[in-house]
C-alpha cells in the first residue's frame, strides 16, 4: 500500500508541474495564435499541435532522440552532472509535450471570445501591450485558461507512451499507468493494478468534471 501511495503521489507531482510549466508557455502560445499574424505563424501552430494526433510513443522517441544521452544537449548537461532522460524529471516533460496543445487550444479559444474592441479601447487611451494584456484580455480569458489548465493535467495523469519511452519505466519515474502496465505484467498483479485503475479513473473523472464546470462558468460570463 505504501508502494502506491508513492506512485499516486509521483503521478500528481509530475501532473501538477507539468501543468505549471506549461501554463506560462500555452498562455503566450494560445494569445500568439489568437492575435498576431507573422510569416510561419501556420508552421508554428503544426508543431505545437502535432502532439495531439501524434502516437505518444513517436514524441516520447523524439525527446529521447533530443534530450537522451546521446543528444547534444544531453552530453552538455551530463557534464555539468545533470540527467533528464529515464528520471522522474523525463515524466514531467514528456507529460507536458503530450498535454500542451490542449491548453494552447484551450486558451486561443478564450482569447478569440474577448472583444478586441475593448484592447482597442485601451490602446486608445495609451496603456501599453503589457498593461492591455494583464489588465484586459487576461482576466477576460482566465476561465478557459483554468479549464484548459484541467484538462491538461488530467491528460498528464494519464500519460504512457511518452513517458515509457523518454523516462522509462524505473521505479522513480513509474507514474500510474506505468504501474498499472507494471502490475498487470506480473502474477498476482492484478489486485494492485485495480486499486491504481479506481484512482485513476476517480482523478480523471473530477477533472474533466471540473472542466466542464469552469466551461459553463466561461459560457456565462461570456454571455
Request: net charge positive; aromatic share 10%.
Amino acid at each position: 500500500m505504501n508502494q502506491q501511495v508513492e506512485i499516486i503521489l509521483l503521478s500528481l507531482k509530475v501532473a501538477f508541474l507539468s501543468t505549471a510549466i506549461l501554463v506560462p508557455i500555452g498562455t503566450f502560445l494560445g494569445w500568439l495564435f489568437s492575435r498576431k499574424t507573422f510569416f510561419g505563424k501556420s508552421l508554428l501552430e503544426g508543431v505545437v499541435n502535432v502532439p495531439l494526433v501524434l502516437p505518444p510513443i513517436v514524441t516520447g522517441y523524439f525527446l529521447l532522440f533530443a534530450l537522451g544521452p546521446n543528444s547534444a544537449i544531453g552530453k552538455f548537461l551530463d557534464k555539468l552532472g545533470l540527467q533528464l532522460a529515464f528520471t522522474w524529471h523525463a515524466a514531467v516533460i514528456a507529460a507536458a509535450m503530450v498535454s500542451m496543445p490542449l491548453l494552447v487550444r484551450a486558451v486561443k479559444v478564450a482569447v478569440d471570445s474577448v472583444d478586441d474592441k475593448l484592447e482597442d479601447a485601451g490602446r486608445v487611451l495609451h496603456a501599453g501591450e503589457l498593461h492591455i494584456f494583464f489588465k484586459i484580455t487576461l482576466p477576460l480569458a482566465m476561465h478557459g485558461i483554468i479549464a484548459g489548465a484541467v484538462l491538461a493535467f488530467a491528460r498528464a495523469l494519464g500519460e504512457f507512451g511518452a513517458t515509457i519511452i523518454f523516462a522509462s519505466n524505473v521505479p522513480e519515474a513509474r507514474t500510474i499507468p506505468l504501474a498499472v502496465y507494471t502490475y498487470l505484467n506480473q502474477v498476482d498483479g492484478e489486485s494492485q493494478a485495480n486499486i491504481l485503475v479506481i484512482v485513476s479513473m476517480v482523478l480523471a473523472y473530477v477533472s474533466i468534471l471540473l472542466n466542464e464546470l469552469l466551461m459553463r462558468r466561461f459560457k456565462h460570463a461570456k454571455n
